[in-house]
């Protein structure tokens, strides 16, 4: 695979769902890339990456920025209240506002520096113990919680459980967006983009399609 067969694949996915051309937004997944093969997306065109980690991001970004003008960087890992600063420095989105007390600094940091990211709330469909994010039963106390603190949530972000079907999470997502007045859903990654564009997707989250697989080593 890689960036343009993502690219067809994205458009193709458009087309069937009846959606505008364009509508979705690729968001590559960068995290642990060797730095060769992001350089070539870059090198591609493509202006709109994802990252997990800060420290991470930091150690590279500011320089890929400088060269390649125009992106926009998205944080979509689990995010440290002590990394607001230097995360409100670096990325245009976040993806994972995921708990009250992450909302209440990130408003503080905000109110500080006079402008805030896109803002996405992270909603744990499955309810999983081990996964971050607001439950859907308390997503829309949390949604007007958080616009009572004068942030702009534009949108909700999931991560389906591995061994289930995606849909019915995806649809459930979409469904507290339309109930809150969203317009924006961060869902769908390499195995089930196509299937959280009909669904109504946004924003996809594609790394190992695009990048190839990861080492962690």
Same mark, same amino acid.
């Given at each position: 695979?890689?960036?343009?067969?993502?690219?067809?694949?994205?458009?193709?996915?458009?087309?069937?769902?009846?959606?505008?051309?364009?509508?979705?937004?690729?968001?590559?997944?960068?995290?642990?890339?060797?730095?060769?093969?992001?350089?070539?997306?870059?090198?591609?065109?493509?202006?709109?990456?994802?990252?997990?980690?800060?420290?991470?991001?930091?150690?590279?970004?500011?320089?890929?920025?400088?060269?390649?003008?125009?992106?926009?960087?998205?944080?979509?890992?689990?995010?440290?209240?002590?990394?607001?600063?230097?995360?409100? +420095? &670096? =990325?245009?989105?976040?993806? @994972?506002?995921?708990? %009250?007390?992450? *909302?209440?600094? $990130?408003?503080?940091?905000?109110? !500080?520096?006079?402008?805030?990211? +896109? &803002? =996405?709330?992270?909603?744990? @469909?499955?309810?999983? %113990?081990?996964? *971050?994010?607001? $439950?859907?039963?308390?997503?829309? !106390?949390?949604?007007?919680?958080?616009?009572?603190?004068?942030?702009?949530?534009?949108?909700?972000?999931?991560?389906?459980?591995?061994?289930?079907?995606?849909?019915?999470?995806?649809?459930?997502?979409?469904?507290?967006?339309?109930?809150?007045?969203?317009?924006?859903?961060?869902?769908?990654?390499?195995?089930?983009?196509?299937?959280?564009?009909?669904?109504?997707?946004?924003?996809?989250?594609?790394?190992?399609?695009?990048?190839?697989?990861?080492?962690?080593?």
């Amino acid at each position: 695979m890689g960036l343009n067969d993502i690219r067809r694949r994205i458009a193709a996915a458009e087309s069937a769902a009846g959606r505008a051309p364009g509508a979705v937004t690729l968001i590559a997944v960068s995290k642990v890339q060797p730095p060769e093969r992001v350089e070539a997306v870059l090198a591609a065109g493509h202006r709109v990456f994802g990252e997990n980690y800060v420290q991470e991001a930091a150690g590279k970004w500011p320089a890929w920025r400088d060269r390649f003008p125009g992106g926009q960087l998205h944080m979509i890992g689990p995010l440290q209240t002590n990394k607001l600063k230097p995360a409100l +420095q &670096l =990325f245009d989105a976040i993806h @994972t506002l995921d708990r %009250p007390s992450l *909302a209440q600094k $990130l408003a503080r940091q905000v109110q !500080g520096v006079g402008c805030c990211p +896109q &803002l =996405f709330v992270q909603v744990n @469909t499955g309810a999983e %113990p081990q996964k *971050a994010g607001i $439950l859907p039963d308390e997503a829309d !106390g949390f949604i007007a919680d958080c616009r009572a603190l004068d942030l702009d949530v534009q949108g909700l972000m999931c991560i389906p459980p591995e061994d289930q079907d995606a849909t019915p999470h995806f649809r459930a997502l979409r469904a507290i967006a339309v109930r809150n007045g969203l317009s924006s859903l961060s869902m769908g990654m390499s195995a089930d983009f196509e299937t959280a564009i009909a669904e109504g997707a946004t924003h996809v989250r594609v790394g190992s399609a695009i990048f190839g697989a990861r080492d962690y080593g």
